[in-house]
């Protein structure tokens, strides 16, 4: 039976049903699957798939860096996949290892660094021959695929998985969702019959611009419409939310919540706004039909690619201005709200996790029965503004 590792520096908990659903496919190919993670981080989780391993992060000049303790696991396996990384020791440590051990290395993310530069030419140097040794590439969607296809690396060792979350349950917990039940958190909110409520989901942090959201809430405010915000999750910019809305009745905060109570806030809001940086949250927009506006910078993640302004969601300038027009448009028009949700709908459906682990899997059986590859270079650019391809008519090619 052939074996593969997966080392991940972290076991998130969106992620945990994508490697139960790729174990029992894989485990139908005769390959046995192990996801190895830092035993601090797998808290009191068991599964048959998950391996705790000894690890440490080490600072160097206020950069964070791991290694994990895997050579052991890696020994027994014909197909390591590592993350992404230039911090990620781990990742140079097999590389290093890897002709001696046996088995082939393949690299699963990105492609570049989307929120930062890289900042020293030995990242570069080591980033460089990672890319350039690997043996196969699992790509998180169609445009990382070029970004690394266009380094020079062959078409054939790269797989587009189109990273995505476990929209099924989603939409299972979504149809729960009642009328009722909505308009009983519109009261406890205390909104009017007339007032609007939007929403914000995801994690509290300065690249998510949670400051220019609330500058054009206040605009629209100031203009008289009721609108309310809701902000969905935890993070560093917390506490200055929590001063604000001590004095604006208008802002709530719902803290990190899953599962019903998230789809119950989800599904009250009008659109979700994410005026910075944007990753996953874009399926949590398409499967809720809950159509995300954001802003048209540089360092979003890869997932934006899915995002189609004016079809599936909105992408405006980067200003507040332009960011309470997008708002005001969404709340206003009734027949642009149905138009972006049936978009939201038709994403949804071919963004599911039952499409990553098939093209997962597809990618491991291939990389599997594909030879070492070697070369000594490829071509590195450190740049922190990818330029993606654009789809047509808001579709999300599958092929």
Known sequence: MSRVLIVKSNLEPFRVPFYARLQDRLAGEGIEM?????????????????SPVPAREISVAGKTFCWQSVHSHARRAELVIVQEGARQLTNYALLARRSQSGFKLALWGHGTEFQRSWSTPLARVLKSRLFSWVDFWFAYTPGVAEIVAGRGYPRKRICTVFNSLDTDSELLIRQLITVDQIATLRMQLRMSSTAHLICYCGSLYKAKRLDMLLEACQLLRASGMDLHVAVLGEGAERESLEKLARRAPWLHLAGDIRGRLKALWLRASQCMVIPGVVGLAVVDAFVHECPLITTD??????????????????????????????????LDDASLREVLRRGCREAASRLTLANMVERFAEGTLTALRLPHYRRESIRIQPSNKPKFPKHKSGSIPMK
């Open 34 to 50: 192990e996801v190895a993670v830092p035993a601090a981080r797998c808290g009191t989780h068991s599964f048959p798939w998950l």
């Open 297 to 330: 910078i540089p360092g979003h993640g890869p997932e934006i690619e899915y995002l189609a302004d004016h079809v599936n969601g909105l992408k405006v300038s980067n200003d507040a201005s332009s960011l309470a027009g997008a708002i005001r448009s969404m």
